[in-house]
Structure formats: structure tokens, C-alpha cells
């Protein structure tokens, strides 16, 4: 794994942990952090001591935008490219065939809320803080934002949070859907790490299928879906996972996967 400037990456027990670290720009995405992260994803994503991995933030943050210092006399060319790679950066964490939860710690705004949709679920602390405020800026959520948020929130929700700028705290992120629990701050990460601990040990090639299948249930119609689920199933069933998750099962034993 490469040394990252702007991300601490570690790897135990089958679980990676991605840690956004800019604390002093409230982990604010940049060039650099961006390349960062897809450089990352990329690596864990062939890593096969990885099944699971946890993104989150230093400091006050989870990420609190874009940067905006960065952005702002930038010429519409290199904006392009400022845009394209944030929806560059997010396409490979959200296609990587292992789950991603992200662990929101602090403020996820703007292009931090776009990183979290791009994560499989969310999970917050009670101190989070969630939001869409570029229109303030004579912008919009150009990280997948505007793809993303219908998908998760439905058309109405993820339109007033886009089109009023409006900050919501993590008990109305619970209450729409865009986080699946919320803790205390100070056991958010324990809490996260024990759900990635509880996907790692299923077998690794039926979750990343599953992930997959998932995935696809919002991009396609049902009978495409159904197909590839079909399919998915059947390749599944021909691994050395299967026989000794169904062997394990009918052994009242505990499996022991490989990822084969």
C-alpha cells in the first residue's frame, strides 16, 4: 500500500480503514485527495486480505466539501477536470465488488455527503452534520450528488436538500433514510468496525456477488436484474466457499471462507 499525504490506510483482520486526513482544511477534497482516495480503492479493492472497508474522517469532519480555495479561480477547462475527477474518485469506491461503510464522524457536506452515497451505508454519530449547500456558492452537487441522492432518498427528499441548501443533523439523516444508525461519538467507529467485522466473516465471493446484484436493482429493470441475480447465483454455487459454508451449516461448525 502507498504512503498517502492526505489518507491513513491500515488493514486488520480482513477489515481496511480509510481515514481522510486534512483536520486543519476539515479534510476538504482537493486534487490531491482525490487521487488519493481512487489510488486507494483501487489498491484495496485488489487487496485479498480485504473483504470490508471503513471510511471516515480526522478531526471535526468526515469531509466538509469540496475546496473551495482550490476551485474558485479556476478556469471552466480545469474545472471540467476538477469535476470529472471527483466523479472519478467516487465511480471507484462505489463499483468496488466489496461492501464500504462510511463512518461519518462529523460534518459530510457537499462533495463529503456525495462521498458518503458513494459508500454502500452509512453510519453516523450523533454529532454528524449533513447537507448539500453549493447552490449557496452559484453551484451545484457535481461529485454524483444529483444521481445519487434520488437513488437513495427519492426524487422529493434529495430535491429540497439540493435546491434549499438546508443542513440537516444525523436524527433526521436516520429519519430519511440516509443513514442506517446513528451512536454516540465515541463509539462510532467500535460500532462500525463490529458491522464490517460481521460482513467479513461471511463468505467474500457471495457478498461481493450480492453487492453486485444490489447495486443493479437501481440501475436496470427488474427482468435484467432478476437475470444477472440468476446467473450471480449460479456462479456462486460453484465455488469451494459454498460447499464449505452448506458442509460447515450441515457440520454445526463455524465456516471457515477463503474466498474461492
Do not use: W
Not at 471507484?92 to 456525495?114: W, Y
Not at 427528499?157 to 434549499?164: K, V
Request: hydrophobic fraction near 50%.
Amino acid at each position: 500500500m502507498a504512503d498517502y499525504e492526505n489518507l491513513k490506510v491500515s488493514v486488520s483482520d480482513f477489515i481496511a480503514t480509510i481515514t481522510v486526513n486534512r483536520p486543519q482544511a476539515m479534510n476538504a477534497l482537493n486534487s490531491q485527495v482525490l487521487a488519493e482516495l481512487a489510488d486507494a480503492a483501487r489498491a484495496l479493492g485488489a487487496d485479498e486480505t480485504v473483504r470490508v472497508i471503513v471510511l471516515t474522517g480526522e478531526g471535526k469532519a468526515f469531509v466538509a466539501g469540496a475546496d473551495i480555495k482550490e476551485m474558485k479561480d479556476m478556469d471552466m477547462i480545469s474545472f471540467r477536470r476538477f469535476v470529472a475527477a471527483g466523479q472519478n474518485a467516487l465511480y471507484v469506491l462505489d463499483t468496488l465488488e466489496k461492501p464500504v461503510i462510511a463512518a461519518i464522524n462529523g460534518f459530510a457536506l457537499g462533495g463529503g455527503c456525495e462521498l458518503a452515497l458513494a459508500c454502500d451505508f452509512r453510519v453516523a454519530s450523533s454529532k454528524a452534520k449533513f447537507g448539500f449547500p453549493e447552490v449557496g456558492l452559484g453551484i451545484f452537487p457535481g461529485f454524483g450528488g444529483t444521481q445519487r441522492a434520488p437513488r437513495f432518498l427519492g426524487r422529493g427528499m434529495a430535491s429540497e436538500l439540493i435546491f434549499t441548501g438546508a443542513m440537516i443533523d444525523a436524527a433526521e439523516a436516520l429519519r430519511i433514510g440516509l443513514v442506517n444508525h446513528v451512536y454516540p461519538p465515541e463509539s462510532l467507529m467500535e460500532e462500525a468496525l463490529k458491522i464490517a467485522a460481521s460482513i467479513a466473516k461471511q463468505g467474500p465471493i457471495a457478498v461481493a456477488r450480492a453487492k453486485t446484484a444490489v447495486k443493479m436493482a437501481g440501475d436496470t429493470t427488474m427482468e435484467a436484474g432478476l437475470a444477472f441475480e440468476r446467473e450471480a447465483m449460479v456462479v456462486t454455487f460453484a465455488t469451494k466457499d459454498r460447499f464449505e459454508g452448506m458442509s460447515a451449516f450441515v457440520e454445526k461448525r463455524k465456516a471457515e471462507f477463503k474466498g474461492k
